[in-house]
């Protein structure tokens, strides 16, 4: 069997020109600073001091040139390790941080587990590599113990159900190719999939598309070597055995039951998110926002009234005028297609975020009675938050 370095040796995911940096940046969750202020610092952290930063298997470097490019834009100083066993993989990411004249970055190829031996860090990305480990419980572990006091991590793990029939072909080409070249098993395994009847799980799987993308989307996707999908209760008690607990997995709304059915009113939260992975169906991921088990942090909220949200639409008022005419909005995700239902009363409420006042301000604008202003900035906010579209912080400001 091909070991995991090898692979990314041959062929280092997800596959990246550093020519493309002059084109675009390539941003998403987690890692981006807005949510890690939100979920992480309570919507207050003083972006003026440093940010420790470990990006553990850092790839091709999408987390690494997000995190340092939006870090670099804003005028925030950062310490940046970057940590993979792939050379190959290293070489992919140290180009595209010389393209953009990115600073403040070390490089290292090694394991993830030697982590400790580098931080601590006040913030650990780890998304697309825990899975593969032999032992994720102690990747996980030795992340817990890189991460500073009062930090945290954002990670991604595969998930089982979005992913059908990945396995199935993952342990029949392994079987079938044992012993092969990467190459030869590239172009082996690219022929049986190509000739697959159209009601196979994997054929009939719309959730992927890695492998019609790049040839190290193919590998990645149906030839790896070491790949442990996490349902919902494998996360939570890996995360319990191994010093974590989730601040949020992202979007909350996913995972919220009372969004899909009736949640009966004694069920647990562990049991509702899994009960809501199994009816949604489509998740092909779990990715979110860790914290020290130890350590009782409160996610921001709109109780305090020095916050200033944050929405990655420039302009609030065009979708207030919607919720104020009484109509939804829709929202396309990968993994469902919401239709967010907001009061109208809280349209004005939405048309004055404009990403510098604080609610503070907010309220001042509007005219609002604050007892009237705090009941329906709780409605807007539990909307918003859910699909991700709103979150707390001064970062850039």
Not at 199 to 218: E, I, L
Request: one cysteine or more.
């Amino acid at each position: 069997m091909v070991s995991v370095k090898e692979q990314y040796e041959s062929y280092p995911y997800p596959e990246r020109d550093p020519a493309d940096e002059k084109k675009r940046l390539i941003t998403g969750s987690p890692s981006h600073p807005l949510e890690m202020d939100h979920y992480l610092f309570q919507g207050q952290r003083d972006w003026s001091q440093t940010l420790r930063v470990l990006v553990a298997g850092g790839g091709t470097g999408d987390a690494l040139i997000q995190i340092a490019q939006m870090m670099t834009s804003a005028g925030a100083p950062y310490e940046i390790t970057y940590l993979d066993l792939s050379k190959a993989s290293r070489a992919i990411a140290e180009a595209r941080a010389k393209a953009r004249g990115l600073t403040g970055i070390t490089f290292l190829t090694g394991s993830l587990l030697d982590a400790p031996d580098h931080g601590p860090f006040d913030y650990i990305d780890c998304c697309g590599v825990l899975h593969h480990l032999p032992d994720p419980d102690a990747g996980f572990a030795a992340l817990r113990a890189a991460v500073a006091p009062g930090g945290g991590m954002g990670f991604m793990v595969y998930a089982p159900y979005g992913r059908s029939g990945i396995y199935a072909l993952q342990e029949a080409f392994g079987t079938l190719f044992d012993g092969m070249a990467p190459q030869a098993r590239l172009a082996k395994a690219k022929k049986l999939v190509g000739n697959l009847h159209k009601g196979h799980p994997f054929a009939a799987n719309g959730n992927v598309t890695d492998h019609k993308q790049s040839d190290a989307g193919f590998y990645d996707l149906l030839l790896h070597g070491q790949d442990t999908p996490f349902d919902i209760p494998r996360l939570l008690s890996t995360l319990e055995r191994t010093g974590w607990k989730t601040q949020s997995l992202l979007p909350p709304g996913l995972y919220d039951l009372a969004r899909i059915t009736d949640r009966p009113k004694d069920m647990d939260d562990a049991t509702a998110m899994a009960l809501a992975e199994k009816l949604r169906g489509t998740m092909k991921k779990h990715l979110g926002y860790l914290v020290p088990a130890d350590e009782d942090r409160p996610i921001a909220r709109g109780s305090r009234q020095s916050l200033i949200p944050r929405s990655p639409t420039s302009d609030m008022r065009k979708p207030a005028q919607a919720v104020a005419q009484g109509r939804p909005l829709p929202i396309t995700l990968k993994e469902a297609d919401v239709q967010m239902r907001i009061p109208r009363d809280c349209a004005p409420l939405m048309a004055a975020i404009n990403n510098r006042r604080s609610l503070a301000e907010i309220r001042e604008v509007t005219k609002m009675d604050p007892l009237r202003f705090a009941d329906l900035w709780g409605r807007l906010e539990r909307e918003l938050t859910a699909w991700g579209l709103l979150h707390y912080s001064r970062f850039g400001l």
